[in-house]
């Protein structure tokens, strides 16, 4: 009975080895892909397609820009980022922009 039961345990360990194997592949699977997205991030052609949308949800620190957080062409799905933000972080002062003009401001609206 003793050597049904150890026989039984070694399946089990070799199938959660190799289970962790297959997991393991799928990471390093998925690790590649997700990098390779980072890297497309980076094209410099990037920013000329965000130029053709004229909402933009930003923080703004003292004196300077911050982050970007939404680049939209609808304003109401820029408004939505907009109030998403201002409910995420309300210490911080977010700017809804339509090309250079200021559309919203947390701190005035408050």
């Known amino acids: 009975m003793d050597e049904d039961g ?5 399946r089990l360990l ?12 799928g990471h390093e699977d998925y690790a590649h892909r ?7 991030v980076h094209n410099p052609n990037l920013p ?3 130029k053709e ?8 620190g ?4 911050g982050r970007t957080v ?6 109401t799905i820029a408004r939505a980022a907009w109030e998403c933000a201002c ?14 003009m200021i559309q919203c401001d947390s701190k005035r609206e408050r």
């Not at 070799?14 to 592949?25: G, H, Q, S, T």
């Not at 949308?53 to 703004?60: L, M, Y």
Request: aromatic share 10%; with cysteine; glycine share 6%.
């Open 34 to 40: 997700f990098h390779e997205l980072l890297q497309s």
């Open 62 to 65: 003292e004196g300077h820009r």
């Open 48 to 50: 000329d397609v965000a």
């Open 87 to 100: 409910k995420i972080f309300p210490k911080d002062r977010w700017i809804l922009t339509w090309g250079g």
């Open 53 to 60: 949308f004229g909402f933009k949800v930003e923080s703004i």
């Open 14 to 25: 070799r199938e959660l080895r190799d289970l962790a194997e297959e997991i393991a592949e």
């Open 6 to 10: 150890e026989a039984h345990t070694l």
């Open 70 to 75: 939404a680049v939209c062409a609808n304003v």
